[in-house]
């Protein structure tokens, strides 16, 4: 059986035990036995889109394939219910009236908060990607046309008083914080919600963001670095990045 079915039953426990919820869920961490259930401290351990980013590349095998048995068999059945499990656990915020996910947290920055940024890209995309494929498929349009309508309800992205891209739903980012991960940017790369030519505001503020964080990082945060100034159409910079980690000078 592949990992990932695995993990859906596993995370079909997990969603139901922790949030009463249908579907599966995954959180940032799982192992050999296929573990889906939040580790370490609330703080961080509390991510839920796990899973959800790991349909993301059920989809983009199906895209670079076209393979509709793959996508019937094995993508769409796991990406239907992380999409059921997102259904039930969107909230409304009161102030904005906007759907948010929540507790959750931006990875690595840490701290327990309602509406992470990088949460709603992923949510977007598993959204989007499973209506998508429904209607491929011709089956569940019902439940396509409410992911298409919920989908519209979630947080957007936003551009805070720096010229940054909002990392949460408040504009507290600090442009002095050079930390090597810029989980917000989710949707530059590996997502496609934000980009030159589709949403040159937002790719402008992204690359504010990233700007602020410096080009230092160790391990994957510098190799996603070196593909979000790709993404920006900047060879020049993801170059020189490249250069830096192949000569092992990935450090802050």
Known sequence: MPRAARCVITGRKTAQAHYGARGWVLHHNTDIWRGTAPINASNHGLWVVGGAWLCHHLWEHF???????????????AMKEAALFFVDYLVKDPKTGYLISGPSNSPEQGGLVMGPTM???????LFANTAEAAAILGQDQELAAQLRSLRKQIAPNQIGQHGQLQEWMEDKDDPKNEHRHVSHLWGVFPGWEITPRGTPELCQAAKQSLIYRGDGGTGWSKAWKINFWARFLDGDHSHKMLIEALAGNTCH
């Open 63 to 77: 895209q670079f394939t076209g393979d509709r048995l793959f996508l019937a068999k094995r993508a769409y059945p």
């Open 119 to 125: 949460d709603h890209q992923i949510i977007r995309d």
